[in-house]
């Protein structure tokens, strides 16, 4: 095959690192979180956001409760400049809250930032510069020295500006940019370079970011170079180090995991994945993880469809119907053993106890989503499940072997249909089905007599009335036997249930009847006020159909 050559490319050359302990550590606290949203996510879209969109998704953010949020990129555009303006100038930004800003390395690009956060309480300046093989050797064409000039350069214009501008709170960020394409000694020596300018301490410390700027490989390199870094790099107790993944094999959420078990602090990401390529660290994902392993993401994120409506509204990209712990779809079950299992164990599942429902790994009412959607009928849908809808949206509780009846009726109307049976629909199709007591005849007045035999008198409105009696054990047998000696049939009662309806009823009762009438079996079902009439009528309803 010559159009497909895998020999075209190289392995990632992973660090070598000894006796690593990431992989026994667990995630038991949230990381600080930092939203990329406005700037790398930004950056990546066909149409960059409006101002107007940059306030809409600001406020999001800041509900959430993310405390640093990375503005945008202020000397790089004018709309950027002016948004940040804008926070600042109007009070935008909660007491608690650090806007961040990125910038390259570049004096220029560095005084223009400064003049962007003129007045600011407090401020993140995070300024970057490529330290991967290819960027020095094919972008910058420098040698390692020579990037690590651009860095040290960079942090001291940094620095100097922020001396001039005591009255903010200043934190400075670096990152070197395509960690993940560095050598991991190198990346080591161009930060303590920086470092050594801005002399942080363990009470003002400097944040250090480590961006896979693109993944290149299996999560667990990027965690051996996380912890290398972290064990090599020489002023750690006065760094935050901070993770920046992203998605380009599909796993930015899993190597931002692992990082943090390799001794990150701090966790950079947009909300539903946005950002350049395939996007960035999903924050949702990776904070609904750890929600859903008991451990508090210190993120609100009961709000879902807010957030996915800010999303969708600013960034015009459609979040993804399986999108994990957001989709449409993702609490929904469509095929039938999983339906099953699941209504099992929503019945089970009360307050009190550690969610345990198979099949949800979390309670879909935490992201404001109902249990209706949990279940969803079409042709790969089980018992279960018809069950489920039924008993959630009409209060019908159908017996089992009434399930094991109805399931193939409804699976049929699926398979013609082509897709999701609603519960409408379905209660139609049961309707049809069973509740056929009044055709083509109706049960008109009745007197039971008790003794010790039961004896019924009805009659039997159709195209023509017909009077009918019969004894037996019970109102049941009686009225059996009387429709078995008018018609001329055999009508054994072989199922029967009942219960009180709670939905959508005025005290009603709803009788289940399976009948095998002349070796067929039928079955029927009726609602009344009173439970004996329903339970009639739902024989009635057998014989109807056996004679229509
Ligand atoms: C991985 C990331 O997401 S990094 C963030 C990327 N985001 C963006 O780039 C969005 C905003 N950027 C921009 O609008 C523009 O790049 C600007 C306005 C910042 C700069 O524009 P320009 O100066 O016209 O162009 P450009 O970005 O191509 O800069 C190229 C020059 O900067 C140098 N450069 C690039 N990055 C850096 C850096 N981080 N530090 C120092 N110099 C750098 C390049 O070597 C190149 O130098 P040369 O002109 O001597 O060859
Ligand atoms: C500027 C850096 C952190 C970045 O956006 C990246 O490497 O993806």
């Given at each position: 095959m010559t159009s497909f050559d895998h020999t075209k490319y190289t392995p990632f050359q992973p660090v070598v690192i000894e006796n690593r302990t990431w992989p026994d550590q667990e995630i038991t606290k949230a990381p600080i979180w930092s939203s990329v949203d406005l700037r790398d996510g930004n950056q990546?879209?066909?149409?960059?956001?409006?101002?107007?969109?940059?306030?809409?998704?600001?406020?999001?953010?800041?509900?959430?409760?993310?405390?640093?949020?990375?503005?945008?990129?202020?000397?790089?555009?004018?709309?950027?400049?002016?948004?940040?303006?804008?926070?600042?100038?109007?009070?935008?930004?909660?007491?608690?809250?650090?806007i961040q800003v990125l910038t390259q390395a570049r004096p220029e690009l560095i005084a223009r930032t400064y003049e962007s956060l003129k007045g600011a309480k407090k401020a993140i300046v995070h300024v970057y510069n490529s330290t991967s093989k290819t960027q020095r050797e094919q972008v910058f064409r420098l040698g390692k020295d020579g990037i690590k000039e651009i860095a040290v350069k960079g942090a001291e214009c940094v620095k100097e500006h922020a001396a001039k501008h005591p009255e903010t709170e200043w934190v400075f960020q670096y990152s070197p940019e395509s960690f993940t394409g560095t050598e991991t000694d190198f990346a080591v020596e161009v930060v303590n370079a920086v470092a050594d300018v801005w002399q942080p301490t363990p009470d003002n410390k400097i944040i250090i970011n480590l961006p896979a700027t693109v993944e290149v490989a299996t999560p667990n390199r990027f965690a051996d170079q996380i912890e290398y870094f972290c064990r090599n790099v020489k002023q750690r107790d006065n760094m935050i180090i901070s993770l920046h993944t992203h998605n380009d094999r599909g796993c930015g959420v899993a190597a931002a995991e692992l990082g943090l078990m390799a001794g990150a602090d701090r966790i950079e990401g947009t909300l539903l994945g946005n950002g350049e390529r395939t996007g960035n660290m999903d924050v949702v994902t990776m904070a609904m993880n750890m929600y859903s392993q008991g451990v508090d993401p210190e993120l609100v994120l009961s709000d879902m469809d807010r957030i996915i409506s800010v999303v969708q509204a600013c960034t015009l990209l459609q979040v993804h119907?399986?999108?994990?712990?957001?989709?449409?779809?993702?609490?929904?079950?469509?095929?039938?053993?999983?339906?099953?299992?699941?209504?099992?164990?929503?019945?089970?599942?009360?307050?009190?106890?550690?969610?345990?429902?198979?099949?949800?790994?979390?309670?879909?009412?935490?992201?404001?989503?109902?249990?209706?959607?949990?279940?969803?009928?079409?042709?790969?849908?089980?018992?279960?499940?018809?069950?489920?809808?039924?008993?959630?949206?009409?209060?019908?509780?159908?017996?089992?072997?009434?399930?094991?009846?109805?399931?193939?009726?409804?699976?049929?109307?699926?398979?013609?249909?082509?897709?999701?049976?609603?519960?409408?629909?379905?209660?139609?199709?049961?309707?049809?089905?069973?509740?056929?007591?009044?055709?083509?005849?109706?049960?008109?007045?009745?007197?039971?007599?008790?003794?010790?035999?039961?004896?019924?008198?009805?009659?039997?409105?159709?195209?023509?009335?017909?009077?009918?009696?019969?004894?037996?054990?019970?109102?049941?047998?009686?009225?059996?036997?009387?429709?078995?000696?008018?018609?001329?049939?055999?009508?054994?009662?072989?199922?029967?249930?009942?219960?009180?309806?709670?939905?959508?009823?005025?005290?009603?009762?709803?009788?289940?009847?399976?009948?095998?009438?002349?070796?067929?079996?039928?079955?029927?079902?009726?609602?009344?006020?009173?439970?004996?009439?329903?339970?009639?009528?739902?024989?009635?309803?057998?014989?109807?159909?056996?004679?229509?």
């Open positions: 990546a879209l066909v149409e960059p956001m409006t101002v107007e969109q940059k306030k809409q998704f600001f406020a999001l953010l800041v509900d959430v409760g993310f405390k640093e949020i990375e503005v945008g990129f202020p000397a790089a555009s004018q709309l950027d400049f002016d948004f940040v303006r804008w926070l600042i100038e109007e009070n935008k930004v909660p007491d608690d809250v650090y119907p399986r999108h994990p712990y957001a989709g449409e779809l993702v609490f929904t079950a469509f095929s039938g053993s999983h339906q099953d299992a699941i209504k099992k164990c929503l019945a089970n599942q009360t307050a009190d106890k550690p969610w345990d429902v198979a099949y949800l790994p979390i309670d879909p009412t935490d992201v404001g989503r109902s249990y209706q959607e949990v279940i969803r009928v079409n042709s790969q849908s089980g018992k279960g499940g018809i069950a489920y809808t039924l008993e959630q949206e009409y209060g019908l509780a159908l017996p089992r072997w009434l399930q094991v009846e109805f399931s193939p009726i409804v699976q049929k109307f699926a398979e013609i249909d082509g897709g999701v049976v609603d519960a409408q629909s379905m209660k139609k199709l049961f309707e049809d089905s069973f509740m056929t007591g009044s055709t083509p005849y109706q049960l008109g007045k009745y007197d039971l007599t008790k003794d010790d035999i039961d004896t019924v008198n009805a009659e039997l409105i159709g195209s023509e009335n017909v009077q009918i009696s019969g004894n037996g054990n019970g109102a049941l047998s009686a009225f059996s036997t009387a429709l078995g000696e008018h018609f001329g049939m055999r009508i054994d009662i072989i199922q029967y249930q009942e219960h009180a309806l709670t939905v959508g009823s005025d005290a009603q009762a709803i009788a289940y009847v399976q009948a095998n009438i002349d070796g067929d079996r039928f079955n029927g079902v009726a609602i009344h006020n009173d439970i004996v009439s329903a339970s009639i009528q739902a024989v009635l309803a057998t014989v109807n159909q056996k004679i229509a």
